[in-house]
Each structure stands twice: as structure tokens, then as C-alpha cells.
């Protein structure tokens, strides 16, 4: 089984058989994300400078005083979609990743924050 197919089905939850686990950095994670994606761009949050950069940097900036993004690197893909997501467990690093499609719809940085806070308590589950 390819390695970026078997990680997105323990992403999933769906393998059932003991497996050994590989540990990734949140920068090889998100190149393995990237190649599944077809070669989708990311960025780390502090390198970004495109639409709602400002946002989410506001975002970012009132969260780290309460810790809680402290294990967790932000990032930003390029894609249209309209969507966030984390990551967490046994076979993935802590990482968020934000969507520019996200980026360039949400009307405030209360909005993104919501977003990012969600993802954030999938993680705390």
C-alpha cells in the first residue's frame, strides 16, 4: 500500500490490523497532505502573506498567550475549498492547517477564530 494511502486511512480510522507507526514531522506530514492533494502549496502561518494573512495572524496572536497552540504549528494550503483541518494521534504530528478558500471568505477574525478553535477541540477529544 502506497505510504500516503495507508496514512490517509489512519487518518480516517479505518485500519483495523496492528500497525507499526511512522513518525512524521509536521513539515513531512504536510508534504505527504500536499502530494495526496495533487501538489497543493502550503505555507507555514508566519511565512504566509496572501488574502487573510492578517487575520490569521490575529488569530494565531491571541490564542499563544493561553497556550493553546503551543504544540501546534499553523498552516496554510492553497485551495479554493472553504475548510480547516487538524491533526493529532498515533500515526500523524499536531499540526492545523487553514485553507485559503477560508482565508479569502471569512468576513473577521472572531470568524476564523471560531474555525481554528474547532479544530483545535477535535484534538482535546
Known amino acids: ?30 508534504q505527504l497532505i500536499s502530494k495526496e492533494m495533487g501538489g497543493k502549496r502550503y505555507h507555514l502561518a508566519s511565512q504566509y502573506s496572501g488574502a487573510g494573512a492578517d487575520k490569521l495572524q490575529a488569530v494565531i496572536s491571541s490564542f499563544q498567550p493561553r497556550g493553546y497552540l503551543r504544540n501546534y504549528p499553523v498552516y496554510v494550503m492553497e485551495s479554493s475549498d472553504w475548510n480547516a483541518f487538524a491533526t493529532s494521534g498515533s ?35
Do not use: R
Request: glycine residues 4%; proline residues 5%.
Open 1 to 30: 500500500m502506497k505510504q500516503a494511502h495507508w496514512l490517509l486511512l489512519c487518518l480516517l480510522g479505518t485500519l483495523t490490523a496492528p500497525v507499526v507507526y511512522a513518525v512524521y514531522t509536521p513539515e513531512q506530514f504536510m
Open 91 to 125: 500515526c500523524s504530528p499536531d499540526l492545523i492547517c487553514v485553507l485559503t478558500g477560508l482565508l479569502t471568505e471569512v468576513k473577521s477574525s472572531d470568524e476564523l477564530a471560531a474555525v481554528v478553535a474547532h479544530e483545535l477541540v477535535h484534538n482535546y477529544e
